[in-house]
């Protein structure tokens, strides 16, 4: 029987594998993570997006209410859960 291999990338390091952060990372604040040292960065706008997106898709919902805060406050005009925000009130 042969096993069947998977076209998906294999992570090899990161938080989730046990791994160091990667060196691009290492001198961010914290504050520039949405939760904690190395786990999903919003240092710049797609960054950001992107952690939007990941979180949707692997994240629990705790998790997923932590990253939107995160990125809501560093960055008011990214459209988070599907409203832009303008930080203006009505």
């Keep these: 029987m042969n096993a069947r291999k998977s076209k998906l990338p294999r992570i090899t390091s990161g938080p989730s594998t046990g791994q160091p952060v ?11 993570f949405a939760l ?3 786990r999903y960065p919003i240092n710049t706008p797609a960054r950001a997006r ?3 997106a990941r979180i949707a898709q692997n994240g629990t919902p705790a998790q997923q209410t932590t990253v939107q805060t995160a990125v809501r406050k560093k960055y008011p005009n990214i459209a988070v859960g599907g409203m832009k925000t303008t930080g203006k009130t009505h």
């Design 50 to 52: 992107n952690a939007l």
């Design 36 to 38: 904690g040292p190395g």
């Design 22 to 32: 990667p060196k691009k990372y290492r001198a961010l604040p914290a504050s520039d």
